[in-house]
């Protein structure tokens, strides 16, 4: 069965501390895997997908496929990093995502 | 670029009735996908259309319908309400499928009573 898997329903940290946000998933075939944030009173919008292999707003992503991961990582977070994280699966040829739980960070200053 | 739009933004309907929402994608952009919100079982993936026709549904039962017109602009029609079908419901466009990203709208605030 394609189910992401988000441990975390909270992660709180300090300003300036390093943040992992955890993604796990299942998935027969070649992943496709995006990091998508919804900051408060805002929309869902896209951080970034593992495919472009890059850096958005400090937050970088590897797919570990032996371990089936794709956590989300930044090595000093800011307040504004502050915001519900969703990890997702692009499933098959069209635009299914299957979505985790999701993970609120909370950044205290 | 106007964003994807969502209306009503908020609806309020009775157990049995039906409702349609509406969602109006980026100008030149040709899929729209369909997506539930709830406390309990987060965001799940109700269809996608492209072109007029319905490529993907996901898990949801048949009084959950849409479609697409030839703008590419998109309505879902849910039947027979439930209290249970109290969700925000969100609609994304993407150009077409394959790589290219999904933008989503401000969603739909649905409350069953």
């Known amino acids: 069965a394609q189910r992401v898997t988000q441990p975390e329903k909270l992660l709180s940290v300090f300003k300036g501390a390093p943040v992992e946000l955890k993604c796990n998933y299942s998935?027969?075939?070649?992943?496709?895997l995006f990091w998508y944030v919804q900051y408060s009173r805002q929309r869902l919008q896209l951080l970034l997908r593992?495919?472009s292999r890059e850096s958005i707003k400090g937050f970088t992503a590897d797919l570990n496929k032996g371990e089936t991961s794709f956590h989300l990582k930044k090595p000093f977070a800011q307040e504004e990093d502050s915001a519900m994280y969703y990890c997702?699966?692009?499933?098959?040829?069209?635009?299914?995502?299957?979505f985790g739980a999701g993970t609120r960070l909370a950044v205290h200053p | 670029k106007a964003g994807v739009t969502q209306t009503p933004r908020y609806l309020i309907k009775t157990r049995g009735q039906q409702v349609t929402l509406s969602c109006s994608p980026i100008?030149?952009?040709?899929?729209v996908s369909w997506y539930q919100q709830t406390p309990g079982q987060g965001l799940q993936f109700l269809f996608e259309?492209?072109?007029?026709?319905?490529?993907n549904k996901g898990n949801f039962p048949g009084r959950f319908s849409g479609r697409q017109f030839s703008n590419s602009r998109s309505e879902m029609n849910v039947s027979t309400l439930e209290l249970g079908d109290s969700a925000l419901y969100l609609c994304?466009?993407?150009?077409?499928?394959?790589?290219?990203?999904?933008?989503f709208g401000p969603g739909t605030r649905l409350t069953v009573t």
């Open positions: 994304a466009s993407s150009f077409v499928a394959g790589g290219y990203e999904q933008y």
């Open positions: 998935y027969s075939g070649s992943p496709e």
């Open positions: 593992h495919i």
């Open positions: 997702a699966l692009r499933s098959g040829g069209y635009n299914k995502l299957i």
């Open positions: 100008s030149g952009h040709r899929s």
């Open positions: 259309y492209f072109s007029e026709t319905q490529r």
